[in-house]
């Protein structure tokens, strides 16, 4: 039977998630759809009640409605309400439940590159501590990291968040300034901030100079290569931007929608070319 998927969000407009979606349906040979649903927050309740109304199969979430759709839905799975919010809507006949891909996303995208041979208990600091430094921080806790240091802006929400992953690691919320005269004790960086998200922006999130040999540079933006990267990649680091994250997100909620995870082979090429 032909269904409808789609994403709740706003802005919306740039989403790459519909082409990925509609690739994978093509290639699985389902006819569903997957429909841009441009939703304000003043919106959002009429627009949950509205994927039952209607029957919708099931939709993505993202800014501003990660967190705040949480009490118009009727069940969250464990990794949702560790993280405290939601980016995967399933209508199990019915009954609204809340998932989050984000964390296992990014993990999967680091696991994905082989080349990249990670330590088995990798050391971890993540920069940003808003809603994707979260997912990512408590995820990497939660699967083996040995260690998740956090550091931003407001200092207070690294120190908040580094106390909810002390329940599965060491975690320490940490100034930026003591981040860069420790770099070298990291096998990942990871940018989760907004810095850089404008192509002209010459902020970078941290020095690079200071890192160790073999550290990972991530950067979770998707849609060019940052000038942080692109200095990691000048001085022989090893990086990895935010489109695997996108994709293998993407992957474990079409799991959830339709009980198998597509084929991934094509889908890199095809989104870089989406954006080029
Ligand atoms: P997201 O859901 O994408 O993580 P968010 O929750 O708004 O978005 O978080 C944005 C992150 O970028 C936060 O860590 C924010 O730091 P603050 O908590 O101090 O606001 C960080 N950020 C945004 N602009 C920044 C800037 N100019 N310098 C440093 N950090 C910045």
Not at 1 to 14: C, F, Q, S, V
Not at 113 to 127: E, R, S
């Amino acid at each position: 039977m032909k269904r409808l998927y789609g994403i709740i969000g706003d802005p919306i407009e740039h989403t790459l998630s519909p082409d990925m979606h509609q690739f994978w349906y093509h290639q699985d040979h389902v006819a569903h759809h997957y429909h841009v649903f441009h939703v304000t927050k003043d919106q959002l309740e009429t627009a949950v009640q509205g994927i039952k109304a209607l029957g919708i199969s099931g939709c993505n979430v993202t800014i501003p409605h990660k967190v705040a759709i949480i009490p118009f839905l009727d069940d969250l799975d464990d990794e949702a309400r560790m993280l405290g919010a939601v980016n995967t809507v399933v209508n199990k006949n019915g009954k609204l439940i809340g998932y989050n891909t984000d964390g296992l996303g990014f993990l999967r995208s680091l696991e994905h590159h082989q080349k990249y041979h990670l330590p088995d208990h990798p050391q971890v600091l993540v920069i940003g501590a808003g809603g994707a430094g979260q997912a990512i921080a408590l995820t990497m806790a939660k699967y083996g990291a040995r260690c998740v240091d956090i550091t931003n802006r407001t200092i207070e929400k690294a120190v908040k968040l580094s106390r909810s992953c002390q329940v599965f690691c060491e975690s320490n919320g940490i100034s930026l300034t003591e981040a860069e005269n420790g770099l070298e004790k990291y096998d990942v960086i990871v940018n989760a901030t907004s810095i850089g998200l404008s192509e002209h922006d010459s902020l970078i999130p941290i020095p690079i100079e200071n890192s160790k040999s073999s550290a990972i540079f991530v950067d979770i933006i998707y849609n060019f290569e940052t000038k942080w990267l692109r200095l990691a990649k000048q001085q022989g680091k090893r990086t990895l931007d935010g489109l695997p994250m996108l994709i293998f997100q993407g992957a474990i909620s079409y799991k959830h929608w339709l009980g198998h995870l597509p084929k991934l082979n094509d889908m890199d090429a095809f989104l870089r070319n989406k954006l080029e």
